[in-house]
Nanobody
Framework: QVQLVESGGGLVQAGGSLRLSCAAS????????MGWFRQAPGKDREFVAG????????KYADSVKGRFAISRDNAKNTVYLQMNSLKSEDSAVYYC??????????????????WGQGTQVTVSS
C-alpha cells in the first residue's frame, strides 16, 4: 500500500514557476513508478509526466515538454514536478500517482494504482 500527499500548488502568474512535491509512504516506494496527472474543469484527466522507479527514465506530455521536469528522491520517498514558463492552460488540479514497476521504464497511464488527493494550480494570464 502506498499513500501519496501532494503539496506546492497555488496561484502564479503566466510565465512563472511552481514546484510540486508528492510525499509517499510505504517501504517499497523505490520500486514504484511515479507520475503526475492533471485535470482541468470539464476535461478528462491527462498524463503530464512520469519517472521510472530508478529515476533514470522520464516521459512527458507534448504540451509540457521543455517546460516541466519530473524527478524523485528515493531516500526521501518524494517525487517532484518542477513547472516553468507556466501558461493559463496549465491550470488544473494536479495529482500524483504511483504504481508497482516490474520493469525499468515509465509506467503506462493505466498502470498507476495509487493516487493522491490533488493540489490546485492556477495560472493567471
Amino acid at each position: 500500500q502506498v499513500q501519496l500527499v501532494e503539496s506546492g500548488g497555488g496561484l502564479v502568474q503566466a510565465g512563472g514557476s511552481l514546484r510540486l512535491s508528492c510525499a509517499a509512504s510505504g517501504r517499497t516506494f523505490s520500486r514504484h513508478g511515479m507520475g503526475w496527472f492533471r485535470q482541468a474543469p470539464g476535461k478528462d484527466r491527462e498524463f503530464v509526466a512520469g519517472v521510472s522507479w530508478t529515476g533514470s527514465i522520464t516521459k512527458y506530455a507534448d504540451s509540457v515538454k521543455g517546460r516541466f521536469a519530473i524527478s524523485r528522491d528515493n531516500a526521501k520517498n518524494t517525487v517532484y514536478l518542477q513547472m516553468n514558463s507556466l501558461k493559463s492552460e496549465d491550470s488544473a488540479v494536479y495529482y500524483c500517482a504511483a504504481g508497482w514497476s516490474s520493469g525499468w521504464g515509465v509506467l503506462r497511464p493505466n498502470e498507476y494504482d495509487y493516487w493522491g488527493q490533488g493540489t490546485q494550480v492556477t495560472v493567471s494570464s
